[in-house]
T-cell receptor, first 114, second 107 residues
C-alpha cells in the first residue's frame, strides 16, 4: 500500500497570507490527524478527523482549521500567517475508529513564514 | 492534566551497552501508551504499543501504573538504534507527545 502523502513538501509564505496543506491517507484509513512540529514546542496535536467529522481539536487558535473529504483526504488551512507558524506540519492516518492509535505518518510539509 | 515527560533530551551509550529511555505520564484514566521512533531522514513510525506487549527490534517497554512510567529498554544497543524516540499517550482521538529523546549509539 502507498504510504501517507503530503503536498506540498515545502512552502514559503509571507506574514498575513494563508496556506492550505493537503494529506492523502493510506487507502482504507478513515482517521486523519494533524500535528505541528517545532524545535521549541515539539509535536503538538492540531486536530483529528474521522469520516469527515472533527472529533478532537488541540489548543491552537481559530486561524488553524481543517477538513476531511469523503475519500478521507484531508486539508488544513492556516489563515493570517504569523512568523511563529513556521514549522513542520505532519499528517498521520489510522485504520482504527475507536481512537487508540497506531498512526502512520507522512513526510510532512515544511512551512516557512517570512 | 494529561502530560508525557521524557526527562532526557539526549542519551549517548556505547554499542553493546544497555539502553533505557525514560517516559513518565500523567493521566487520570487507563492510558494507552506508545513509543514512536524517527530514524535519520525517515518518517516517524510506531515502535511499540503497550497493549501488544511485543519486543520490537529488541526493545521492550513495560507500563508501570504505580510509577506512571513506560520506559523503553534494550539490553544491548546497536548502532542502528541511533534515532529520535518519542513516547506518546493516547486519550481519546489524539496523541499527546513527549519532547523526545535523541539516542546516540557510539561505536
Amino acid at each position: 500500500k502507498a504510504g501517507v502523502t503530503q503536498t506540498p513538501r515545502y512552502l514559503i509564505k509571507t506574514r498575513g497570507q494563508q496556506v492550505t496543506l493537503s494529506c492523502s491517507p493510506i487507502s482504507g484509513h478513515r482517521s486523519v490527524s494533524w500535528y505541528q512540529q517545532t524545535p521549541g514546542q515539539g509535536l503538538q496535536f492540531l486536530f483529528e478527523y474521522f469520516s469527515e467529522t472533527q472529533r478532537n481539536k488541540g489548543n491552537f487558535p481559530g486561524r488553524f482549521s481543517g477538513r476531511q473529504f469523503s475519500n478521507s483526504r484531508s486539508e488544513m488551512n492556516v489563515s493570517t500567517l504569523e512568523l511563529g507558524d513556521s514549522a513542520l506540519y505532519l499528517c498521520a492516518s489510522s485504520l482504527e475508529s475507536h481512537g487508540n492509535y497506531e498512526q502512520y505518518f507522512g513526510p510532512g510539509t515544511r512551512l516557512t513564514v517570512t | 492534566a494529561q502530560r508525557v515527560t521524557q526527562p532526557e533530551k539526549l542519551l549517548s551509550v556505547f554499542k553493546g551497552a544497555p539502553v533505557e529511555l525514560k517516559c513518565n505520564y500523567s493521566y487520570s484514566g487507563s492510558p494507552e501508551l506508545f513509543w514512536y521512533v524517527q530514524y535519520s531522514r525517515q518518517r516517524l513510525q510506531l515502535l511499540l504499543r503497550h497493549i501488544s506487549r511485543e519486543s520490537i527490534k529488541g526493545f521492550t517497554a513495560d507500563l508501570n501504573k504505580g510509577e506512571t512510567s513506560f520506559h523503553l529498554k534494550k539490553p544491548f544497543a546497536q548502532e542502528e538504534d541511533s534515532a529520535m524516540y518519542y513516547c506518546a499517550l493516547s486519550p481519546k482521538y489524539q496523541l499527546i507527545w513527549g519532547a523526545g529523546t535523541k539516542l546516540i549509539i557510539k561505536p
